[in-house]
């Protein structure tokens, strides 16, 4: 079984700042997805980065980056130069790649993001 | 554009009143998937679908049945709603292994 988890219930950063959204993980497969969404006020669920298990390089996505620590099993986010428009939900969450069929994701249970001004 | 939709976005019914949630999306995606969203819980799987006629159980699927008849709709159904399925659900979709395809999400409150 996988598990995500996101310590953080809240944070308050001032606007310009970077930021980083913790989230460590449990699973015993060799291959597996790493994937953190933002959820807005409005809901929606929008997808922002990618990590393979087996990548060699931490992925990147505009002012995303995911610092990948497989040893530690963690997988933050960070988003440099924060704006107004990051206040937001945040989950972090994963997937076996061994799950033939079922690509469900496992997630944690999210960070709000508040962006002061 | 490429997207997922559901329908309706908001909805409050009674207990049992039978309901659907309708998902259909534009991709051509064989996987879809349901969640459901409660606080401080994250999203859980309801059911998924790897392709027509082809659906099974997620992690939590008392209560709530699907069909998958075409590639693009896999409608979610509740027979008989109770309380405590009041929820925020997300129909989502997938090419493969690197994105899920969320749907803007279903608002439901069962009196």
């Known amino acids: 079984a996988q598990k995500i988890t996101q310590t953080q219930p809240g944070m308050f950063v001032q606007e310009k700042e970077a930021v980083t959204l913790d989230c460590t993980y449990d699973t015993s497969d060799q291959s597996y997805g790493l994937f953190w969404y933002k959820q807005p006020s409005s809901g929606e669920m929008i997808f922002l980065i990618y990590q393979g298990s087996y990548d060699e390089q931490n992925a990147t996505e505009g002012r995303y980056s995911l610092n990948f620590q497989k040893a530690r099993k963690s997988a933050n986010l960070v988003i440099s130069a924060s704006q107004l428009g990051d206040s937001a939900m945040y989950f972090c969450a994963m997937r076996p790649h061994g799950n033939f069929g079922n690509e469900k994701l496992t997630f944690g249970t999210g960070t709000r993001l508040t962006i002061i001004p | 554009e490429a997207q997922v939709t559901q329908n309706p976005r908001y909805l409050i019914t009674v207990t049992g009143k039978k309901l659907t949630v309708t998902c259909s999306q534009n991709m051509n995606h064989e996987y879809m998937s349901w969640y459901r969203q409660d606080p401080g819980l994250g999203l859980r799987q309801i059911y998924y679908?790897?392709?027509?006629?082809?659906?099974d159980k997620g992690d939590v699927p008392e209560g709530y049945k699907v069909s998958r008849k075409e590639k693009r709709n896999f409608p979610l159904i509740l027979e008989s709603p109770s309380p405590n399925q009041t929820s925020l659900y997300f129909c989502?979709?997938?090419?493969?292994?690197?994105?899920?395809?969320f749907g803007p999400g279903t608002r439901l409150t069962v009196l």
């Open positions: 679908s790897m392709n027509v006629e082809v659906t």
């Open positions: 989502a979709s997938s090419p493969g292994r690197h994105t899920q395809y």
